[in-house]
Nanobody, 127 residues
């Protein structure tokens, strides 16, 4: 049984940093893409960052809203993916979810392409 457990959220002030983690069990993500999505109240789930596999190494993508502030990474040995978030803004407030694709190593910005999901971790940034 595949399980993704995300953690690390919290209440911070604007300008602070947080690191989210996602631990996978029952599944090895070596050749598959993973990503972080977020959903604010009343809004659609949106892509934040993704990390995929290629023969030449990981392929990373960011949404324009977080590029330069967030860093995604993963550790194969620990089956863990992280999202380092810096210079947080109130508009970053949302529930954050980690996700994994089961059939492709290509990062997609479309949530429906991901098979596995974490339970979510809340990030709240106060102004």
């Amino acid at each position: 049984q595949v399980r993704l457990v995300d953690s690390g959220g919290g209440l911070v002030q604007a300008g602070d940093s947080l690191t989210l983690s996602c631990v996978a069990s029952g599944w090895t993500f070596t050749y598959y893409a993973m990503g972080w999505f977020r959903q604010a109240p009343g809004k659609d789930r949106e892509f934040v960052a993704g990390i995929g596999w290629s023969k030449s190494g990981d392929v990373i993508s960011y949404s324009d809203s977080v590029k330069g502030r967030f860093t995604i990474s993963r550790t194969q040995a620990a089956n863990t993916m992280n999202l380092q978030m810096r210079s947080l803004k109130p508009e970053d407030t949302a529930m954050y979810y980690c996700a994994g694709r089961s059939t492709s190593g290509v990062v997609s910005m479309e949530a429906w392409r991901y098979t596995y999901w974490g339970q979510g971790t809340q990030v709240t940034v106060s102004s």
